[in-house]
T-cell receptor
Framework: KNEVEQSPQNLTAQEGEFITINCSYS?????LHWLQQHPGGGIVSLFM???GKKKHGRLIATINIQEKHSSLHITASHPRDSAVYIC????????????FGTGTLLAVQP | NAGVTQTPKFQVLKTGQSMTLQCAQD?????MYWYRQDPGMGLRLIYY???????DKGEVPNGYNVSRLNKREFSLRLESAAPSQTSVYFC???????????FGPGTRLTVL
């Protein structure tokens, strides 16, 4: 079983919809990261959080440390949000060694 | 600022050939990383350098060597390439533990 699991693996939405991507992990962590990978490969860090909630524009990330779960929400989705969203964790005692989920492929249709 | 740069962008090797992937960052970051990305799998850490002068193995180090040439540059060497090393390789850097990582554009390597 992977230490970081994401769901769903694939998601298709209509423009304007509210989107939720989930991440569950099985190890103790110091932080959780959400990243975005566009077609063509570039990877960009969206959030790093260790508690509570962070918001940047239309993106919101939440984490529940007790439940070992995080969610990434996209409000008013747009076709330019189409990408792979990747969850990664910094494990306790090895914070340099990120463990990555396999990603969620999001397609937002106009 | 260029951020994190990688060369080459694409490479095709024959089994047994060697090559070095180059990575440089201009953000004065302390830590640098090499990952590989394979279909259906998450990014996996090959090697990392927590600071200039140090390197450590990640999850999948076999078949690779690294050099932290200076604070800016971190290279990954394949001494004798194998088809199992066909992958997309990403270099990344950050200021240190629990900081945002910045990724290079990736190198797509095919080993025939």
């Amino acid at each position: 079983k992977n230490e970081v699991e994401q769901s769903p693996q694939n998601l298709t939405a209509q423009e304007g919809e509210f989107i939720t991507i989930n991440c569950s992990y099985s190890v103790g962590i110091s932080a959780l990261h959400w990243l975005q990978q566009h077609p063509g490969g570039g990877i960009v860090s969206l959030f790093m959080l260790s508690s509570g909630k962070k918001k940047h524009g239309r993106l919101i990330a939440t984490i529940n440390i007790q439940e070992k779960h995080s969610s990434l929400h996209i409000t008013a989705s747009h076709p330019r949000d189409s990408a792979v969203y990747i969850c990664a964790v910094s494990p306790n005692g090895a914070t340099n060694k990120l463990i990555f989920g396999t990603g969620t492929l999001l397609a937002v249709q106009p | 600022n260029a951020g994190v740069t990688q060369t080459p962008k694409f490479q095709v090797l024959k089994t047994g050939q060697s090559m070095t992937l180059q990575c440089a960052q201009d953000m004065n970051h302390n830590s640098m990383y090499w990952y590989r990305q394979d279909p259906g799998m998450g990014l996996r850490l090959i090697y990392y350098s927590a600071s200039e002068g140090t390197t450590d193995k990640g999850e999948v180090p076999n078949g690779y060597n690294v050099s932290r040439l200076n604070k800016r540059e971190f290279s990954l060497r394949l001494e004798s390439a194998a088809p199992s090393q066909t992958s997309v390789y990403f270099c990344a850097s950050d200021r240190g533990p629990l900081n945002e990582q910045f990724f290079g554009p990736g190198t797509r390597l095919t080993v025939l």
